[in-house]
């Protein structure tokens, strides 16, 4: 970060990367403790999930707030124009980050009386081990300005895309064996597209990242599709 005649516009440039990395820990943690919840059929923690939500909310209305004021009384210009208006959009990204892993804990609220077929969930984890690492490189991408290693969040997007194709064949599957397994499978259907969604939010990110950090602007109609890694896939 450069250093700027008048102080007080570092210290609104830091309180808003400070403001930025809270948001991204309590976003990882709140993944993590739904896909936990999910497994273990954990009402309580499901419910600790969704209650942190509103810190999320909170958060971003304060980052929003503060760089509103800063665009207004600074009136900054290229990479501190970029910092700014980035950081409201990184913002945005976490707090449905935080939306997704509500949703995906109220799904295992719900299911936690009819915890069925165990071995349905193991999609989910590999999915959650994909999205997680993405949205960990994307958050230390943003920490360095790194435009490279947000490229690489960036192509890896596919990846997920084309494991949620594989998880929903699964499902499918399981729900064919056996009509007891529809409701429950259902909503791990749902679970899925939360975890490709959170993947589709930390490759905004890195868009994001890849715009403060050099300017240029990656075309989210060249972002490589599920259908294109499916191969990849065993």
């Known amino acids: 970060m450069v250093d700027h005649t008048v102080r007080s516009f570092d210290t609104d440039l830091e309180t808003l990367d400070r403001h930025i990395s809270e948001m991204g820990g309590i976003a990882e943690k709140m993944l ?52 700014v208006v980035g950081v409201i959009r990184i913002s945005a990204d976490l707090e449905r980050i935080g939306d997704q892993a509500k949703n995906i804990a109220k799904r295992a609220a719900k299911i936690a009386g009819e915890a069925r077929l165990p071995r349905a969930v193991i999609g989910l984890k590999s999915m959650h081990e994909l999205a997680a690492n993405q949205l960990k490189d994307v958050l230390d991408a943003y920490a360095q300005r790194d435009a490279d290693r947000a490229k690489l969040v960036w192509e890896r997007d596919a990846e997920l895309d084309a494991l949620e194709d ?32 959170v993947g589709d939010h930390a490759t905004n990110i890195a868009e994001t990242v890849v715009y403060i950090a050099t300017g240029e602007t990656l075309a989210s109609e060249d972002r490589p599709r599920g259908a294109e890694a499916a191969a990849m896939l065993p």
């Open 166 to 197: 594989s998880v929903f064949r699964d499902l499918l599957t399981f729900m064919m064996e056996d009509p007891r397994n529809i409701t429950f499978c259902t909503h791990l259907l749902f679970c899925s597209k939360n975890l490709e969604r």
């Open 32 to 83: 993590s403790d739904a896909m936990d919840a999910l497994a273990t059929m954990n009402v309580d923690l499901a419910k600790r999930v969704v209650e942190t939500d509103m810190r999320l909310d909170n958060l971003q209305r304060m980052i929003e707030d503060l760089a509103v004021r800063t665009l207004a009384r600074r009136q900054p210009v290229a990479i501190d124009l970029r910092d």
